[in-house]
């Protein structure tokens, strides 16, 4: 199983990426996904998921309004649409499954990983 995350870069104070990432190896069609990010110093932290079948998402407050979580189950990829990027925002960003029948919105929620997009949003 891997988990391919890219879409990251760098970015001005208020532009605009878009992180995608990708399945193989298994189908996660069943299972919510979602994004976490982590800061130089700081604790992997919950960004945004969305349940199996993309009826429902979810944001923390930090991104609420801005970020907008997708998935294409034909594709097996969710994406995370980021507008209107802070400085705040820069992190690595990793994209995870859920543990069966939860919608993680901690890490000991998630069962797989990907292996991290940087995003640097300079003010």
């Known amino acids: 199983v891997q988990l391919q995350a890219s879409g990251g870069g760098l970015v001005q104070t208020g532009g605009s990426l878009r992180l995608s990432c990708a399945a193989s190896?298994?189908?996660?069609?069943?299972?919510?996904m979602g994004w976490f990010r982590q800061a130089p110093g700081k604790e992997r932290e919950f960004v945004s998921a969305?349940?199996?079948?993309?009826?429902?998402?979810y944001y923390s407050d930090s991104v609420k309004g801005r970020f907008t979580i997708s998935r294409d189950n034909a594709k097996n990829t969710i994406y995370l649409q980021m507008n209107s990027l802070k400085p705040e925002d820069t992190a690595v960003y990793y994209c995870?499954?859920?543990?069966?029948?939860?919608?993680?919105?901690?890490?000991?929620?998630?069962?797989?990983w990907g292996q991290g997009t940087q995003v640097t949003v300079s003010s």
């Open positions: 190896g298994r189908t996660f069609s069943s299972r919510a």
């Open positions: 995870a499954v859920a543990k069966a029948y939860v919608v993680a919105r901690v890490p000991s929620e998630c069962d797989y």
């Open positions: 969305i349940n199996w079948n993309g009826a429902n998402t």
